[in-house]
């Protein structure tokens, strides 16, 4: 039986021979004896579950600094693997930069030097032909010379008294 503090201000008693009705105000205080002690009973439970609540919020709240903690070293932790990233990224790029100005470097000195060999290949080209050219001027000479010869042996033979079908064979020409 629950009673409230209301229902004991509230309560009349019986008038007896020597004061009030010892039964009712025994019931009374009995009534208001366990609701007492069911009241701290409740209390009590209530103030333990109230620190357990306190301790989970402590631990929560711990749990809570902690995963603060990790999300922040997380943050570190990627911040600066990202700028690992970044420079190693860069320095890839250089080197890249670099190569790429190497290979283009030596490309165009290659290039010079195949240039400047076109260029001789040419010139003893155009030398070889001169001189095969003035070979062929000197060789036509010989030839004209040659037959000018052969001419002048023609008119010598022609003035020799051998018979018109026996001619002697040149083996110069």
Same mark, same amino acid.
């Given at each position: ?48 579950? /109230?620190?357990?609540?306190? @301790?989970?919020?402590? %631990?929560? !709240?711990?749990? *809570?600094?902690? $995963?603060?903690?990790? +999300?922040? &070293? ?17 320095r890839l790029l ?40 003035? /070979?062929?001027?000197?060789? @036509?000479?010989?030839? %004209?010379? !040659?037959?000018? *010869?052969?001419? $002048?042996?023609?008119? +010598?033979? &022609? ?15």
């Amino acid at each position: 039986m629950s009673i409230t503090p209301l229902d004991i201000e509230s309560r009349r008693f019986r008038r007896e021979l020597f004061g009030y009705s010892r039964r009712e105000v025994e019931q009374l205080v009995r009534a208001a004896a366990d609701a007492l002690s069911q009241a701290n009973l409740e209390r009590e439970e209530l103030n333990r579950r /109230l620190d357990s609540a306190r @301790r989970d919020v402590d %631990e929560f !709240r711990g749990r *809570e600094k902690t $995963l603060i903690e990790a +999300l922040a &070293a997380a943050d570190r932790l990627a911040e600066e693997r990202k700028a690992v990233a970044q420079e190693h990224a860069e320095r890839l790029l250089r080197e890249a930069r670099d190569q790429a100005e190497d290979l283009l470097s030596r490309t165009r000195s290659d290039l010079t030097r195949i240039e400047q060999q076109i260029i001789r290949v040419k010139v003893e080209r155009e030398n070889f032909e001169n001189r095969l050219l003035a /070979l062929l001027d000197e060789h @036509r000479r010989m030839v %004209e010379i !040659r037959r000018q *010869e052969a001419g $002048l042996s023609d008119k +010598l033979r &022609a003035r020799t008294t051998l018979p018109p079908t026996v001619q002697p064979t040149d083996v110069n020409e």
